[in-house]
């Protein structure tokens, strides 16, 4: 396999450093229709820390019946939660107060919650309202933080929505802002059905920023449906953001949004940032082997880009 690299040219005005938030071993596997061993995404979770990634989401704690692939969270979390001692950080997602339970028992040190910009998404997502959504957050997010937890929120269709269309700005903010005030330590703007466009992106950052929510509290999620991804989260660096979230591979989409397709490939995002010399921590050569790795036990080539390109492709007969 090439372990090919770009040439560094950076940009004046973008980040030196970037935070990549890995999110394959859960937002990325949760829609596989076939059952991953938990050994299986226990080694997935340990090759993307040694490849350099010093956040990967592990797991999710929301119930077994929504949600079948992480049904073996209490399992696959003591299998890798060594790893926090190493320095590595392993979020893991929690619908409710049981699933902060769950995570506590376990030794999870940051959860995140999972809320929706729109009114049809809540529906289908959590079967409640915005309203309804955030006042079961609440008791979470202030458990979590009396507890020492670091906490994310994520909020979904940010930009556009397969049953409302696009969504105007100040619906975002308002709802970003609730999150915020709700205790949120970081604020994930998730582009779920990948609709988004660089000055779309720029706008809503803007309008956050205006309605004082700091950039530095903030990290983006875009799916490439539309081929957007990587432009959109140039646009994000260029406004200052500094966290952006990426699936190895190209893994993942959303099991309530039929619409929605893959999430930024990790190795296209890190080959875009070495290029423009902003530091990752990121071996790309051994972060290709994972996603090749895993796409074979997956039956099927990676959707990435720079996998294929890296020589992922060549292990598949396609």
Partial sequence: MSTGLPMTVPEPGLPGRVTIYEVGARDGLQ????????????????????????????????????????ADAEALFPLVSDLAGAGVRLPVLVPNERGLDRALALGAREVAV??????????????????????????????????GLAVRG??????????????????VVAVTRRLKDLGCDELSLGDTIGVATPGHVRRLLTALNEAGV???????????????????????????????????????????????????????????????????GVDLGRLTATSVWLAERLGRPSPSRTVRALGGAASHKE
């Fill in 214 to 280: 700091r950039t530095d509290e903030l990290a983006v999620h875009f799916h490439d449906t539309y081929g957007q991804a990587l432009a959109n989260t140039l646009a994000a660096l260029r406004h200052g953001v500094t966290t952006v979230d990426a699936s190895a591979g190209g893994l993942g989409g959303c099991p309530y949004a039929k619409s929605a397709t893959g999430n930024l490939a990790t190795e296209d995002l890190v080959w875009m940032l070495h290029g423009l010399g902003i530091e990752t």
């Fill in 154 to 171: 994520y909020l979904s269709m940010c930009f556009g929505d397969p049953w409302e269309g696009p969504v105007p700005v100040e619906q």
């Fill in 114 to 147: 999972f809320a929706s910009a729109t009114e049809s998404f809540a529906k289908a997502n959590l079967n409640r309202t915005v309203d309804e959504a955030l006042a079961m957050f609440a008791p979470v997010v202030a458990r979590a933080k009396d507890a």
């Fill in 31 to 70: 829609n596989e229709q076939g059952v991953v061993p938990t050994e299986v995404k226990a080694e997935f979770v340990r090759r993307l820390a040694a490849a350099g990634l010093g956040t990967v989401e592990a797991t999710s704690f929301v119930h077994p019946k929504w949600v079948p692939q992480l």
